[in-house]
């Protein structure tokens, strides 16, 4: 399974557009990338999930470049209730290892 | 309904205790998954069940037990627990065979404590 990266952390002011950027470098062809969302004490929540291009829903968007060897979870407009830790996953479908990475703590400030 | 549920919320045990944690959803999914989670770590996967079949083990020690008595319910038994095995247990299910690619839902977990 394709190993993620992201950064530990991540400060942000509300209102202001915050871009989590994951690196996996090596995606398998059939490799899907999804974004979960964690607050404390809480189960992890689907955020989105893409193959290639951008995806965009009502909460996020989510930009893969033409090499899918990274992608960026973008949030606009973040308010206090979106700081969590935010996760990045890669793998196969077909396959049913599932493996979180370290994931990114984001802390929304006033 | 996309709920999952756990119970119990909360655990104390003890070493010598046997004890169960239960996970129930009724989206009519047919993988359902145990996760254990340390405090500022990300989860990790425990057990698969795939259409009421264990299809993955992740090399988790015997004193963790799960069952699947049908396409709704999941089950741990803890028996004999160590107090390193404190920590969030956290059910999840999906709609397919399982797999990364499949969007999980999650209950919200139960907090155990092996004292």
């Known amino acids: 399974l394709a190993k993620t990266t992201q950064p530990i952390s991540m400060d942000s002011y509300e209102g202001q557009e915050v871009n989590i950027t994951c690196s996996h470098n090596?995606?398998?062809?059939?490799?899907?990338i999804t974004w979960y969302q964690q607050f404390p004490s809480q189960g992890p929540r689907f955020i989105i999930q893409?193959?290639?291009t951008k995806v965009t829903n009502e909460v996020a968007s989510l930009f893969i470049p033409a090499d899918r060897k990274s992608s960026t979870l973008s949030l606009p407009r973040v308010s206090l209730s979106d700081t969590a830790v935010y996760y990045c996953?890669?793998?196969?479908?077909?396959?049913?290892?599932?493996?979180f990475g370290i994931g990114t703590k984001l802390q929304v400030i006033p | 309904d996309t709920e999952v549920t756990q119970t119990p919320k909360h655990l104390v045990m003890g070493m010598t205790n046997k004890k169960s944690l239960k996970c129930e959803q009724h989206?009519?999914?047919?993988?359902m998954y145990w996760y254990k989670q340390k405090a500022k770590k990300p989860p990790e996967l425990m057990f698969v069940?795939?259409?009421?079949?264990?299809?993955i083990n992740e090399s988790v020690p015997s004193r963790f037990s799960p069952e699947c008595p049908n396409s709704s319910l999941l089950n741990l038994h803890l028996h004999a627990l160590q107090p390193e095995d404190s920590a969030l247990y956290l059910c999840?299910?999906?709609?397919?065979?399982?797999?990364?690619?499949?969007?999980?839902?999650f209950g919200p977990g139960t907090r155990l404590l092996v004292l």
């Open positions: 999840a299910s999906s709609q397919g065979g399982g797999g990364p690619q499949e969007t999980q839902y």
């Open positions: 090596n995606i398998a062809t059939n490799d899907y």
């Open positions: 893409g193959y290639k």
């Open positions: 996953l890669v793998g196969e479908g077909g396959y049913q290892k599932v493996t």
């Open positions: 989206m009519g999914h047919r993988a």
């Open positions: 069940y795939s259409y009421e079949k264990l299809s």
